[in-house]
């Protein structure tokens, strides 16, 4: 146990070197984190890993499902309603079943069961690849969020098609009509226990004299909470944890009112669901050459050969789906119409960028060894196998040559929206006039008796003004974006030097580390305001 111990942590660590190569040659760290896991299974000695396979879905699926929950936006999730569900259900629903029918004629020995068993594991792209290959690269807001949107919804449809497939290849028999039924009602009570959990959770943020760790570790706690309350009654703990999610998000500003109590979710939130995305290659590493032993009759290039046909076929299937989503609803309504046509670019950008990642994975791990009566679950291995060539194939392929398409096709802004400097120095101008308002009419004494916030009243005025005449001119003219760039580096190289200086003075002990804490927390968030990078 141990000596296993140690080794994960090794591999942990030198997953994380190659994150920081990824960042530093400017490649998605899920790209290597797949190379990886591959590469762990050739490494001598190393020892193979038996997880039992419904521990591996209930610790990495709930809050993998919920942060990408969190951090949907809840309006722009409804603005966009129409796409994301065509992709995340008609999609995923389109795709589970011509991967099943073709499985089926394509594998000896596969039932139709296992055909959508393997269909509901290799549905759904992942927002987390997407989002990372497409960071830095502009690419229109609406693109982005139907593919966060889709990500979310089409886990938790395609999680609730891999149930009922899982089912019916452990009792053997299977009616549409039936499962139709079952779907709405397990996915409906999913939704009404999760929204029900989210409610008890919010009071308890909200209400209960919390603190930012104990405001955290709920947030930890709460997917597994909504989770395992919804699967002990037989309903979609999937869905719970999906709109539970939505709902805590778009109260966040009412249940976490401190800025200690989110900035500290941020660093947990963030690691914790890079280390589980590590961990899962890790683990996939680990179990291959036990994987590729158990394949039976079938070789491993039969396994490959299968996986590239199936990557070929979801690959084909998006864009045969995606550009008719995009354009029908446009010739049958003139309300649709009214909206800026996506035109061919943004359906060939949402189509290659349906990468699959970390979901499939723990999904397609989580498939039970052993049937009822204690025979070997039929085919484990094989779908196991597929799914991580198709997670290869998709990643490795697409992800590469994602941004090389983006610069080609030069898309540009669909819709009509603010730049982002516009929108936040609007924001910023807002926020400004607000705490002006409120010294001018709650605390006027305390403006005239008080040198601190007379000061304070000086400084918003002063950048009330600067941020005045900076709106003017980026509206005037939007080429003084060099300017702009120029003086976020400027900020960042003294912020930078600030941070040295404050270093210094801990070395030197004459201020408590209290206090210069203090100060790095305000560097973080003046660098904050700068950078904008916020998940």
């Not at 947030?219 to 805590?248: K, N, R």
């Not at 409120?438 to 007379?454: A, D, I």
């Amino acid at each position: 146990m141990h000596h296993t111990l140690l080794l994960i942590l090794v591999l942990l660590f030198a997953m994380f070197l190659l994150v920081m190569l990824a960042q530093r040659i400017r490649i998605a760290y899920p790209i290597f984190l797949v190379i990886a896991g591959l590469a762990v299974s050739f490494i001598p000695g190393v020892p193979q890993l038996h997880l039992d396979p419904e521990v591996i879905f209930l610790i990495f699926l709930p809050p993998l499902l919920y942060e990408a929950a969190w951090y949907t936006s809840w309006n722009d999730f409804w603005k966009w309603k129409r796409a994301i569900s065509m992709l995340a259900f008609g999609l995923v629903f389109f795709t589970s079943s011509i991967v099943a029918y073709t499985s089926v004629s394509l594998i000896p020995g596969f039932t139709l069961a296992l055909g959508f068993l393997l269909g509901g594991i290799v549905s759904p792209p992942d927002a987390v690849a997407a989002a990372t290959v497409l960071k830095g690269i502009k690419v229109p807001k609406r693109l982005i969020t139907i593919l966060e949107g889709e990500s979310l919804v089409n886990d938790a449809s395609s999680l609730i098609v891999f149930k009922f497939a899982l089912v019916a290849v452990l009792t053997g028999s299977f009616s549409m009509q039936e499962a139709t039924g079952q779907f709405f009602l397990v996915a409906g009570m999913g939704i009404v226990i999760g929204l029900a959990g989210a409610h008890i959770m919010y009071a308890v943020h909200r209400f209960l004299p919390t603190t930012p760790a104990i405001d955290a570790a709920l947030t930890v706690m709460t997917p597994y909470i909504l989770f395992l309350f919804a699967e002990q009654f037989h309903y979609s703990g999937v869905m719970a944890v999906v709109s539970g999610g939505l709902f805590i998000s778009y109260r966040s500003h009412e249940v976490f009112r401190t800025g200690s109590t989110r900035l500290n979710m941020l660093g947990v939130w963030t690691t914790m669901i890079f280390v589980m995305n590590a961990l899962v290659f890790i683990l996939i590493g680990l179990s291959l050459p036990d994987i590729v032993q158990g394949l039976g009759e079938y070789s491993v290039m039969d396994g490959i050969k299968y996986g590239v046909i199936v990557s070929a076929i979801i690959i084909a299937l998006r864009f045969l789906w995606v550009f008719p989503a995009a354009h029908v609803p446009r010739w049958l309504s003139a309300t649709i119409r009214k909206e800026p046509t996506p035109g061919w670019k943004g359906p060939l950008l949402t189509s290659w960028a349906g990468m699959r990642g970390v979901v499939s994975l723990a999904t397609a791990l989580s498939i039970p060894l052993a049937m009822g009566d204690g025979s070997a679950f039929p085919q484990r291995n094989l779908i196991i196998f597929i799914t991580f060539v198709v997670i290869f194939v998709t990643l490795v392929f697409q992800g590469l040559t994602l941004p090389a398409v983006i610069r080609l096709i030069k898309i540009g802004e669909i819709d009509k929206t603010l730049p982002e400097d516009e929108q936040r120095t609007g924001i910023q101008l807002r926020l400004d006039k607000l705490a002006l308002q409120l010294l001018s009419e709650q605390y006027s004494h305390h403006t005239s008796t008080n040198e601190l916030v007379g000061q304070m009243k000086d400084n918003l005025q002063n950048e009330m003004l600067r941020n005045e005449e900076r709106l003017a001119s980026l509206e005037m003219c939007h080429s003084q974006h060099q300017v702009i760039s120029g003086y976020h580096h400027v900020l960042l190289g003294i912020y930078a030097a600030q941070r040295k200086e404050l270093f210094q003075l801990r070395k030197e002990k004459f201020f408590s580390d209290e206090e210069i804490r203090k100060a790095e927390l305000q560097l973080d968030l003046n660098e904050l305001k700068v950078t904008g990078s916020g998940h």
